[in-house]
């Protein structure tokens, strides 16, 4: 394994300087290098590389800041939480049992606990979408997770006199964040809830790359190559969705995508023309049927039109697949319907069927779960658990909750349609939940768009307060809001130690 061979044949030291390295010795080179060589065809591969070496603090607008701060609090939350799960026991005790000793870089929720950078990277990420309670973005990926574990990793790695400051770190993350999401709008296909690979685990390591190749200060030319490097280490299959292993896509988007970055800064080259489409070679296309690039330019006068000031970011207010918001809502409005305004449960016995409406989509939609991560992925569980509590919450995944008797009652009565007005695409689907009580009365619920939603953004305070639950799990008070105070001014931090600190 060629992480195992890094460890163990580089000194903390020299890999240190090979950064240092990177960022101050190779720069130079390539203009050397650029005064001697014609300049290249400029393809869509390179024109990616010049927007990640390129992007500068003055291209992020308030607007930027304001939604990337959002996004970095709510996956440091989802990251805290994440490492209370078994899931991620299992990859920690994994990467300290299978490898040798290095500390450097720390470990969410894990005070004293340091693992080499690459792992760090691979178990805080694999924290972040433990319980699939992290951010989802249009076309449908986790964009977050695969980037804020690999940066902070990296920043830990790097010598204290060094450390990037809080509007590096911004400025690495978006570039990780925009990069995936211009590669998924190479794709129509890549817009529809996923069939054959796990999005963040193709478009996740690309992103990783970049941000980390930004924060290293690598040139044009190896910014292109750690791309490529990395879409040699990306894909994973839906049919791990809803298991133990689904974790693992973001985990390894994180480390595999920090890896590719450091290989090209050693110097590791791959194709040219990955993200082009060359007839006959598949490259990046290899993962979508209808990819048609376009070259990726910055304005150097004007500031670059980040899509995340267009697209805004979805944040989930319970932790499930991201479909499953739809019909929770349209079956708690029913629910409120029965039990009026007081609050109580609804009892099976007073259900005769019940009917959900909802996209077409085969891994979600499981008529009964055997466990929480089957559960997350299951319309029919869903639907059922907020139709009895009113609600769902992380207890709704609890083995207890599972297993109630009224629930598996309930879940006995479901009947499920899909609509042909209703894609399976998170900008266009619906839910709708209709209940047929024991005395014939007809009750619907329906929602277009959940709170949470892009349209329906969760308010400062609302995502403040799933930030302070998660994070408190794990956290001292006082580190808690130290977190709030500190991603709030990140921009204004002269070096992030103070945000690395607060983590452990």
């Not at 695409?425 to 892009?454: A, I, K, P, S």
């Not at 977190?483 to 452990?504: F, G, H, S, W």
């Amino acid at each position: 394994m060629m992480i195992s061979k890094l460890q163990k044949t580089t000194s903390v030291g020299a890999m240190r300087l090979m950064h240092r390295s990177a960022s101050e010795v190779l720069p130079a080179l390539a203009q050397h290098e650029a005064v001697e060589r014609p300049a290249p065809e400029e393809t869509v591969t390179a024109s990616f590389g010049r927007f990640i070496s390129g992007l500068k603090a003055r291209h992020l607008t308030p607007t930027v800041l304001r939604r990337s701060k959002r996004m970095m609090l709510d996956s440091l939350g989802v990251g805290l939480l994440g490492s209370t799960t078994d899931v991620f026991q299992l990859a920690l005790r994994h990467c300290q049992e299978m490898y040798a000793a290095d500390d450097i870089s720390s470990v969410y929720g894990r005070s004293g606990t340091k693992l080499s950078p690459t792992l760090a990277a691979f178990v805080n990420g694999v924290a972040v979408h433990s319980m699939d309670f992290d951010d989802t973005w249009h076309p449908a990926t986790h964009p977050s997770g695969a980037v804020l574990p690999a940066l902070l990793a990296v920043s830990d790695m790097m010598p204290q006199k060094r450390k990037p400051s809080g509007l590096d770190l911004l400025l690495a993350f978006n570039v990780g964040i925009e990069v995936q999401g211009r590669l998924m709008r190479f794709s129509n296909g890549a817009s529809n809830i996923p069939k054959k690979f796990h999005p963040p685990s193709v478009v996740g390591p690309m992103g990783g790359a970049a941000a980390c190749a930004h924060l290293l200060s690598l040139d044009p030319s190896q910014c292109s190559h750690a791309l490529a490097i990395a879409a040699s280490l990306a894909g994973a299959p839906m049919a791990n969705a809803a298991t133990q292993s689904k974790p693992l896509h973001i985990g390894n988007a994180s480390r595999l995508g920090m890896e590719a970055a450091l290989l090209a800064s050693r110097g590791l080259e791959a194709s040219p023309l990955i993200l082009d489409s060359v007839p006959g070679v598949a490259g990046f296309n290899a993962f979508y049927e209808d990819y048609m690039p376009l070259p990726l330019y910055l304005a150097q006068d004007e500031g670059h039109s980040f899509l995340i000031e267009d697209q805004d970011i979805a944040f989930k207010r319970f932790p499930a697949h991201l479909g499953m918001h739809w019909v929770v809502d349209a079956a708690a409005s029913v629910h409120k319907l029965i039990v009026g305004v007081d609050s109580g449960t609804v009892s099976a016995s007073q259900v005769k069927d019940i009917l959900l409406r909802v996209p077409r989509s085969k891994y979600i939609n499981r008529p009964f779960p055997e466990c929480e991560h089957q559960a997350r992925h299951s319309f029919q569980f869903n639907a059922c658990s907020a139709l009895l509590d009113g609600e769902v919450t992380v207890q709704s995944f609890t083995p207890g909750a599972i297993t109630r008797p009224e629930l598996a009652a309930l879940l006995s009565l479901v009947r499920v349609e899909h609509p042909e007005d209703n894609p399976a695409n998170f900008d266009l689907m619906y839910g709708e939940v209709q209940v047929t009580l024991d005395g014939g009365d007809v009750l619907r619920g329906r929602c277009d768009t959940f709170y949470g939603h892009w349209r329906n953004p969760l308010t400062n305070e609302s995502l403040r307060k799933k930030f302070r639950s998660n994070a408190g799990a794990v956290l001292p008070r006082e580190k808690v809001e130290g977190l709030v105070e500190t991603v709030e001014a990140l921009d204004e931090l002269p070096d992030c130690t103070p945000l690395l600190l607060k983590l452990q």
